[in-house]
């Protein structure tokens, strides 16, 4: 894949930063606001793949590392069962984090509310178990087939 | 010949959609909704997260979002093992 022109290449340095970040706001704010970890993953995986289109692969390989996303991917699912393990004295997936005090343990207020980032137990860190999953599987996936595309093309000039 | 066989499927089949959509039930209101009401109801205060559907996604069908993490994570490894043999 070849990088395409300047213009692109400058509209994209002023973009993908506020497309990760929000991306990362829709992940963290998964138990406030509509969206989740699956949605705010696609956001931010879509700027990955931004970058690709605009840099071309050979040049985008020097900074989007296969390897790492691949141990993020790896990561989030992991993290993602653990989770769901350690509520386990009582049933899998239980909310053993709510209304605990602790850690995201504060008790909701009823009715309509402006929201507490401090509440819904589990709830978040599987929020960002699953955004951090999805949003490294659209960069290995993007970065894998890339390569793929590249590789036949040689192949078919030679 | 076809063309007006085809024709005539077509205008039934349409016309089936368009009774069907006229004689739905009204928006908003089923007929059996107890469990829409337990969530409605017994979700901030049990699981304490604001987002009703989140708070279904993630706590009471876990089991769903675990499927559908091993389902995401299943097509990558798929999609790895299809071009590994490219890049050496």
Same mark, same amino acid.
């Given at each position: 894949?070849? %990088? ?5 290449? #400058?509209?994209?340095?002023? +973009? *993908?930063?506020?497309?990760? @970040?929000?991306?990362? *706001? @829709? @992940? ?22 931004? $970058?690709? +289109?605009? *840099? ?16 993020? %991917? ?16 009582? #049933?899998?997936? *239980? ?23 401090? #509440?819904?137990?589990?709830?978040? $860190? ?6 951090? %999953? ?5 960069? +290995? @996936? +993007? ?12 192949? %078919?000039?030679? | ?18 009774? &069907? ?11 059996? &909704? ?7 109801? !017994? =979700?901030?205060?049990?699981?304490? =997260? !604001? !987002? /009703? ?23 990558? /490894?798929?999609?790895? =093992?299809?071009?590994?043999? /490219?890049?050496?």
């Amino acid at each position: 894949m070849k %990088e395409m022109s300047r213009i692109v290449k #400058t509209v994209t340095n002023f +973009v *993908y930063g506020f497309i990760i @970040i929000f991306g990362l *706001y @829709i @992940i963290a704010h998964g138990h406030l606001t509509p969206g989740g970890g699956f949605q705010g993953g696609a956001v931010a995986g879509s700027a990955f793949a931004l $970058l690709l +289109v605009s *840099y071309g692969s050979l040049n985008s390989n020097k900074f989007l590392k296969k390897d790492i996303f691949s141990l993020f %991917e790896n990561f989030g699912l992991v993290l993602f069962i653990v989770l769901g393990f350690s509520g386990l004295g009582i #049933t899998f997936f *239980y909310n053993f984090l709510a209304n605990s005090g602790s850690w995201f343990g504060n008790a909701a207020f009823i009715g309509i509310n402006p929201g507490d980032m401090n #509440t819904g137990g589990v709830i978040p $860190l599987m929020n960002i178990a699953v955004g951090l %999953e999805v949003l490294s599987a659209f960069g +290995v @996936i +993007v970065l894998t087939m890339a390569s793929g595309a590249e590789f036949t093309k040689k192949k %078919e000039k030679s | 010949m076809k063309k007006i066989i085809f024709g005539i499927a077509f205008i039934i089949f349409f016309s089936f959609l368009i009774v &069907s959509a006229v004689n739905m039930r009204t928006f908003g209101e089923p007929i059996i &909704s107890e469990m829409d009401d337990y969530f409605i109801e !017994n =979700a901030q205060s049990e699981t304490g =997260a !604001n !987002n /009703v559907v989140t708070s279904i996604v993630f706590d009471y069908r876990g089991f769903d979002t675990l499927g559908e993490a091993t389902v995401l994570f299943t097509a990558v /490894v798929g999609i790895v =093992a299809l071009f590994r043999g /490219v890049k050496r």
